[in-house]
């Protein structure tokens, strides 16, 4: 079983609409989680961080966190053509050292 | 500079030279990392420094895997003997620090190496 594991599309949502993205881990001792978005042929950037139980809004994003269940999810509302991209979730399991696992990615396309 | 900067953007080696990838982290930043990533899978953690120190290296795939950062900012990546297997983007990443603890990696544009 993976670490991190994500569903890894493609996923492909209307422009306007909202697009779901999900994400398990593993290790229940993880700290801290993560949405990175990266498009093609360029590098990661973090778009959302999560530390706690519960939702987390950012403009259009909204992340959720369930250490219960160990999942967490990541909302796009209104979703819009830029949104385009392979979202990478992030865990943070190791207390003091900053490493974080990454998934394989969600390819999303969001149709015009 | 302004960002993470990493050289050479691509590298074509043949099997059983070596490499060496070169990452000039953002300035100030005391944390630095090195991501292997394959084409259409997740960054795979290799290695990360706190300013010169090497805490974590359990992501090298194999003895042929070497880094280092001896003075605390410039990281290089050696790769001796190179396989076909290690073509990939290697991504380095550095972040202000664990005190902040933000999670939030800078990531450089990557050095893509192909071996042929």
């Known amino acids: 079983q993976k670490e991190v594991e994500q569903n890894s599309g493609p996923l492909s949502v209307p422009e306007g609409a909202i697009a779901s993205l999900n994400c398990t881990y593993s290790?229940?001792?993880?700290?801290?989680f993560f949405w990175y978005r990266q498009y093609s042929g360029k590098s990661p950037e973090l778009i959302m961080s999560?530390?706690?139980?519960g939702d987390k809004e950012d403009g259009r994003f909204t992340a959720q966190l369930n250490k219960a269940s160990q999942y967490v999810s990541l909302l796009i509302r209104d979703s819009q053509p830029s949104d385009s991209a392979t979202y990478l979730c992030?865990?943070?399991?190791?207390?003091?050292?900053?490493?974080?696992?990454f998934g394989t990615g969600t390819r999303l396309t969001i149709i015009p | 500079g302004a960002g993470v900067s990493q050289s050479p953007r691509y590298k074509v080696a043949k099997r059983g030279q070596d490499v060496a990838l070169r990452c000039d982290p953002i300035?100030?930043?005391?944390?630095l990392f090195w991501y292997q990533q394959a084409l259409g899978q997740g960054p795979e953690f290799l290695t990360y420094?706190?300013?010169?120190?090497?805490?974590?290296k359990s992501g090298l795939p194999s003895d042929r895997f070497f880094a280092e950062r001896p003075e605390g900012s410039v990281s290089t990546l050696k790769i001796q003997r190179t396989q076909q297997e290690d073509s990939a983007v290697y991504l380095c990443?550095?972040?202000?620090?664990?005190?902040?603890?933000?999670?939030?990696?800078?990531f450089g544009e990557g050095s893509r190496l192909t071996v042929l």
């Open positions: 992030a865990v943070n399991n190791s207390f003091g050292n900053e490493k974080l696992t």
């Open positions: 999560i530390y706690s139980n």
């Open positions: 420094f706190q300013n010169e120190a090497q805490l974590d």
């Open positions: 990443a550095s972040s202000l620090g664990h005190s902040t603890n933000t999670g939030e990696l800078f």
């Open positions: 300035s100030g930043h005391v944390s």
């Open positions: 290790d229940r001792g993880s700290q801290s």
